[in-house]
C-alpha cells in the first residue's frame, strides 16, 4: 500500500516546476521584443501610471476642500503661523469673485483651463505679463509648487484640462477664492476680509472686493487697507470689468 502511495506522488507534475517554465516563457518572450516595443511598454505604463496618480487627487478634491497647500505649509514654517479659514462661495460676496475673474482671467468662462489668446498676448508682450488662467494656478496652487522651472510648468499644463474636465468652473474659482495668498501669511477670502477691512466675506463692497484683487499679483508688498494709487486706479479699472462681465454673461459660469 505504501508503495502505491508514493508511485502516485512520484507521477503528479510539480507545480515549481511549471512555475519556473512559465517565468522561463516570459524571460524569452521578452527577450524577443525589439527595444522599441519594449519603450513603448514602459512608456504606456509611465503614462498610466501618471494617470492614476494625479487622477485620484483630483476626484479627491473635487469633493473635500483641500486641507493646506505647498505655499501655504511652506509659509507656516516661515513665519510660524498663517491666517487662513475656509468659507463656501455661497459665503463669499459675488463681488468678490467677479473682482478676481476681471482681473485675473476675464476669459475664465470661455476656456478649457488654457487660454490660447492670453499665451499669445504673454508672448508678444516679451513674457512681461502672465499668461496663466485662474484654472492653472488653482493647479499651481493645490497640486503643484512655486517656481518657474519647466518641469513644473509642463505638469500644471497637463493637469489643468484634467481638472477642467473634473471639476465645474464654480468648484475652481471656489477653491481658487480659499488658497490664494493675499497678503504676508494671509490666505483666502475670509482671512483677507477680516484682515483688512474686518468684515466677513459675504459683507464685501465692490471697492473692497476690487482692492483685494489688486493685492494678489504682489501680495506680500501690497496692502488692501493701505493702497498706494496705482492700486486705487487699477481697483476702478477692475469693478469696472467686474460689471462688464456680469453684464455680458462672462460670469455666467460661476454665478446662480
Avoid at 77 to 82: E, F, M, N
Avoid at 172 to 199: D, Q, T
Avoid at 243 to 254: E, K, Q
Wanted: proline content about 5%; some cysteine; glycine content about 8%.
Amino acid at each position: 500500500m505504501a508503495k502505491a502511495e508514493k508511485s502516485t506522488k512520484a507521477s503528479k507534475p510539480s507545480t515549481k516546476g511549471k512555475k519556473q517554465s512559465k517565468a522561463a516563457g516570459k524571460s524569452k518572450a521578452r527577450a524577443k521584443l525589439s527595444p522599441r516595443r519594449l519603450l513603448r511598454r514602459w512608456l504606456g505604463r509611465a503614462t498610466l501610471g501618471f494617470l492614476v496618480v494625479t487622477l485620484l487627487p483630483i476626484l479627491l478634491f473635487s469633493v473635500i476642500n483641500p486641507p493646506t497647500t505647498h505655499t501655504i505649509w511652506s509659509e507656516y514654517r516661515r513665519l510660524g503661523d498663517v491666517d487662513r479659514e475656509w468659507v463656501p462661495i455661497e459665503h463669499i460676496a459675488p463681488a468678490l469673485g467677479r473682482s478676481v475673474v476681471a482681473a485675473e482671467d476675464a476669459r475664465f468662462c470661455q476656456h478649457w483651463g488654457l487660454d490660447a489668446q492670453a499665451i499669445r498676448a504673454a508672448i508678444a508682450d516679451g513674457g512681461q505679463r502672465g499668461g496663466s488662467t485662474i484654472s492653472q494656478q488653482v493647479v499651481k496652487n493645490v497640486f503643484l509648487w512655486q517656481g518657474r522651472s519647466w518641469f513644473r510648468k509642463a505638469l500644471e499644463t497637463l493637469m489643468t484640462p484634467m481638472v477642467e474636465a473634473v471639476w465645474t468652473k464654480r468648484r475652481i474659482l471656489e477653491v481658487y477664492l480659499n488658497v490664494a495668498e493675499m497678503g504676508e501669511g494671509v490666505f483666502g477670502a475670509e482671512a483677507a476680509a477680516r484682515h483688512y477691512f474686518g468684515v466677513g466675506p459675504d459683507e464685501l463692497s465692490r471697492r473692497q472686493a476690487a482692492l483685494l484683487a489688486t493685492v494678489l499679483p504682489n501680495p506680500k508688498e501690497r496692502s488692501a487697507a493701505k493702497p498706494t494709487a496705482f492700486m486705487r486706479k487699477r481697483a476702478a479699472q477692475i469693478m469696472d470689468g467686474a460689471a462688464t462681465i456680469r453684464a455680458d454673461g462672462r460670469a455666467a459660469c460661476f454665478e446662480d
